[in-house]
């Protein structure tokens, strides 16, 4: 990858590489801190800063992507308000690893990270903003509420950054499959339990071709639905996979890949690039749970079947649950030498204005109260006629704690369940055997 990219871009136009992304209701995960602002403020950006003035303000990027795609979805809509805000761009590679950036003491300002804050804690880089939002007054509970808390916890209380975006998963599936087998289309109060009974009239051979009538990323499963417990426990870093919670998660979605009494090789079914592909290319599998991430995935993939999409569904018993939000933060780098500018650059971003029009782009907003998200995916060809609503979860659950250790854990509990679906071991043995393996990962992470 490369290090720094200094080519300057203007007004670039909004580029194809959306990401759909879901938004939650008020409620979901528990409160926000952050004070209330007067009416008619929310969301205002830090006016201390001259929308005239002139800095070069460092993005170090720790999911990829490049100069241009940052300024087509992003730089170029903090320019609307700074326009002479310029943007220096970073990414993690050869001696631009975090760790290099501490030890050459290379200056940044913006990081943009997935949910595993860790990283960034770890080797020092991380800084509450909390005096920026008192001073400026800036509102938090604009925002989900699992996505601020999250961050808290796992940063002891502080406020790293704001969210950017979520992305979360949903429904999709081959009208054509179920026009040819003669089931009923999926609808949004379909139940798991009712996703079940129609995956088993799709799972069947017909002309020398094998079809599935389920297929899916499992950690929309095993991760991001319901109220998932942490997969390491804080206190005694010991793994708690092997649990009442997981025997009955396992209980309740191994029956989702089992359909056919042999599954040789269950990531076709389980994992996040086979299934897809076995919807998408093959199209031998009737519903995918997949990325909501429709707009960008159809545009640049051009999907050649007869798709549609339906809302994440819940299980009967826990009918306002829903998956975890999948979170981008814009974290203020400690040591900024432009930090008021650049909580000023982030709060522009966030600000409703751009957000409203990002949303019809395809991007959805970690906002509670957004009232523009009947736009959703308005401007996106690929999504006209489409039930696009449904790329929005109507509830979300709480978001696990992402660091190396619950990574490591995470690993064994999906190798876990993949040993069920392809029946070479009972969810008791191999729920306690993941365990073991996660607990000796955990002890060897410590030792690093």
């Keep these: 990858m490369r290090g720094t990219n200094k080519r300057w871009l203007g007004a670039a136009a909004m580029s194809a590489m959306l990401l759909l992304a879901a938004c939650g209701k008020e409620g979901g995960g528990g409160g926000a801190a952050g004070e209330p602002v007067p009416p008619g403020e929310t969301g205002k950006t830090a006016e201390a800063v001259d929308p005239n003035k002139e800095v070069e303000l460092t993005v170090y990027s720790l999911l990829g992507g490049n100069y241009e795609g940052f300024m087509s979805s992003e730089g170029q809509y903090i320019q609307k308000k700074y326009p002479n805000f310029k943007f220096n761009y970073m990414l993690p590679g050869t001696g631009t690893t975090l760790r290099d950036i501490v030890a050459a003491k290379t200056p940044i300002d913006i990081i943009i990270s997935s949910p595993d804050l860790q990283q960034v804690i770890d080797v020092g880089l991380d800084s509450d903003i909390s005096d920026l939002i008192k001073k400026h007054n800036y509102d938090l509970s604009r925002f989900i509420p699992v996505t601020i808390d999250m961050m808290k916890q796992l940063a002891g209380g502080k406020v790293l950054g704001l969210p950017g975006r979520v992305s979360s998963y949903t429904l999709y599936y081959n009208k054509d499959l179920f026009d040819k087998f003669g089931v009923p289309y999926l609808n ?22 094998q079809y599935y009538g389920f297929a899916a990323d499992i950690i929309a499963l095993l991760d991001m639905n319901e109220r998932a417990p942490q997969y ?103 040591g900024s030498k432009h930090r ?84 070479r071991k009972d969810t008791n043995t191999a729920l306690r055997e993941a365990e073991e393996r996660a607990d000796k990962k955990i002890a060897e992470l410590k030792n690093q």
């Excluded at 010991?238 to 599954?263: C, G, H």
């Excluded at 909501?292 to 018993?317: C, M, T």
């Design 188 to 209: 949004d109060k379909m139940t798991w339990e009712d996703i079940l009974e129609t995956s088993k009239k799709l799972t069947r051979s017909d002309g020398g071709m």
């Design 232 to 334: 390491v426990d804080a206190k005694t870093l010991k793994a708690t996979l092997n649990s009442e919670y997981w025997k009955q998660k396992f209980d309740r979605t191994v029956p989702l890949f089992t359909m056919l009494p042999d599954i040789p090789d269950p990531a076709l079914l389980t994992s996040l690039s086979k299934s897809r592909d076995l919807f998408l290319k093959e199209k031998r599998a009737a519903i995918l749970l997949g990325i909501n991430d429709a707009g960008v995935r159809a545009a640049s993939e051009k999907w050649d079947l007869n798709w549609e999409i339906s809302l994440f569904p819940a299980f009967k018993n826990a009918p306002k649950e829903g998956p975890q939000p999948s979170t981008r933060y814009y974290l203020i780098a400690n």
């Design 340 to 423: 008021e500018e650049a909580f000023a650059a982030v709060t522009q971003l966030l600000s409703d204005d751009i957000q409203r029009d990002q949303v019809k782009n395809g991007f959805t907003p970690p906002l509670q109260k957004a009232d523009y998200m009947d736009l959703l995916g308005s401007g996106i060809p690929e999504l006209k006629g489409k039930h696009a609503k449904a790329l929005v979860p109507p509830n979300y659950g709480e978001m696990n704690v992402k660091d190396k250790y619950y990574i490591a854990a995470r690993a064994e509990l999906i190798q876990a369940f993949n040993e069920v679906v392809g029946g």
